[in-house]
């Protein structure tokens, strides 16, 4: 079954702190995985597209990475303004265009 | 560009009362999709559209219907409101099917 997990669900760490979140997949022919930001109240904001094993994508103190059966985002020196929660995505190998989405980090940074 | 847009951004709606939730998109994307999220279950694909004249059905297609008439707009049809269509729904809207998809600000519904 294509399946997308997220770990953790949740993560606080103090400003400055680096960590990673973890996103795998179970997905035959993998056509890309996408990373969201999502604001409370907001829609979720694209961040990143990986498309093969070994690709790495940075914006400003985030960096995803991409391997044959999961995808990392690093977060280094996080400030407060990160907290939001991170979802990623895949999509379906049947080509319709939809995508599976995992549950989401729910990420909190305190000052 | 004003990227996807959403209209209204809150709505609360008596059972069995019907409405239309508006999403616009002024990228000329082929691809749109209608989302609802709720707590505890992520977001779920309701329907979608792979260009003008074209839809198809997601995960949760009951009790919702779409159109898509031109690229532009991918408008949301609830026929008659139930509690259970209480979520915040999202419409996004990509280049081509396999694109990243850009989402809208959200329209939160209240069915009492």
């Known amino acids: 079954e294509d399946q997308v997990t997220q770990s953790p669900e949740a993560l606080r760490l103090q400003e400055g702190e680096s960590s990673s979140l973890n996103c795998s997949y179970t997905?035959?022919?993998?056509?890309?995985l996408f990373w969201y930001r999502q604001d409370p109240g907001k829609g979720p904001e694209f961040l990143f597209t990986l498309y093969s094993a070994g690709e790495e994508k940075e914006k400003e103190r985030l960096k995803a990475t991409l391997t044959k059966k999961e995808s990392f985002l690093h977060i280094t020196a996080p400030k407060p303004e990160d907290s939001a929660t991170y979802l990623c995505?895949?999509?379906?190998?049947?080509?319709?265009?939809?995508?599976?989405f995992g549950q989401g980090t729910t990420l909190q940074v305190k000052p | 560009n004003a990227g996807v847009t959403q209209t209204p951004k809150f709505q609360v709606l008596k059972t069995g009362q019907s409405m239309t939730l508006q999403c616009a998109q002024d990228m000329n994307h082929e691809y749109m999709s209608w989302y609802r999220q709720d707590p505890g279950m992520g977001l779920r694909l309701i329907h979608y559209s792979v260009g003008a004249g074209i839809t198809d059905q997601g995960e949760v297609p009951n009790g919702y219907n779409v159109s898509r008439s031109t690229t532009e707009d991918f408008p949301l049809r609830l026929l008659s409101a139930a509690p259970s269509q209480t979520s915040v729904y999202f419409c996004?809207?990509?280049?081509?099917?396999?694109?990243?998809?850009?989402f809208g600000p959200g329209t939160r519904l209240t069915v009492t």
């Open positions: 996004a809207s990509s280049y081509a099917r396999g694109y990243e998809q850009y």
């Open positions: 997905v035959s022919g993998l056509r890309g």
């Open positions: 995505a895949v999509p379906v190998p049947s080509n319709t265009g939809k995508l599976i």
